[in-house]
């Protein structure tokens, strides 16, 4: 390119950003005037037990909650919160004690704590006709949500690949659990030993073959920012409780969806026996989905998170 290409390239990417810079503060200025425009600025809240939350807050409409997997923060539902959002959903995602931008304490990863966080997060946004939706272990905060604080601001609930439900250890009259012992060697033995490469190993079985590198690195990249104590405790805690008695209780519309290729939370453990346990919920089963079905299959996900949370 010659200098005087160079200079009028110059000049219009200059020109095109005065005019988004104008732009934008016009839209800022029209807002702030409009006595009609509450802005929601906030970043975090504080629980009972001084444990901030961070949470983000996208869009407008109908409130939807996004409740995060295991170990993951919750930026892993930028691609349901950037498409929902601009189907004129509002879409909050926050953080759970000891994961992402949250405080980490060392205390309160049991269920009912959790539950009680969530509770917090709704009370503080004071948000009413909320779709939870969850993924992985998040289902086991969404359950105990509605069993210790009812539904009354709850509209319908989403249970995404649901690895805790109904409950997974084995027991006399859960003889298809997995033996608590074994979860314990994998949390001590297997976790607390080389927890990158424990990721490393099991990414071809969370994603398909068509998932870019790039995309698998980003995940591994999220979980390795939850601290290794607070990964195991928060296991340890959701695979010893015991959802049974809880889930026939549901009563709010409930979508469940799982992948038939789901090696982390088996679709005949937990996602099966889920949907058999709550009243009248939805079951789609997506053909040869893994775990991460949120990244894998979002954009068909998305669009029965929509269609679901707009019905």
Known sequence: MDRRSLLKSAASTALGAGLLAGGTNNAISAQASSPKVKPRTGDYIETSDGVKLAYTDWG????VVFVHAWALPSPMWDYQVGALSEQGLR????????HGRSSKPNFGYDCD???DDLSALLAELDLNGVTLVSHSFGSAEVVRYLSRHGAGRIAKIVLIAPAALPFVTKTADNPNGIAAEQLEFFRTKVLQADFPKWLEDGKKAFFVAETSPSLQ????????STPLPVAIETNRRICSTDFRKELPGI???????HGDKDASAPIDLTG?????LIPKAQFKVYEGAP??????HKDRLNADLLGFIKG
Do not use: N, Q
């Not at 407008?60 to 409130?63: H, T, V």
């Not at 879409?91 to 759970?96: K, L, Q």
């Not at 099966?272 to 058999?276: E, F, G, Q």
């Open 291 to 296: 775990h991460g079905i949120f990244l894998t």
């Open 217 to 224: 690195d980003w995940v591994k990249e999220l979980m390795l």
């Open 91 to 98: 879409c909050i995602a926050y953080d759970r004690r000891g």
């Open 251 to 257: 009563t709010v519309p409930t979508l469940i969806v």
């Open 272 to 276: 099966r026996p889920t949907a058999a």
């Open 60 to 63: 407008a409409g109908k409130p």
């Open 113 to 115: 704590t959790l539950a």
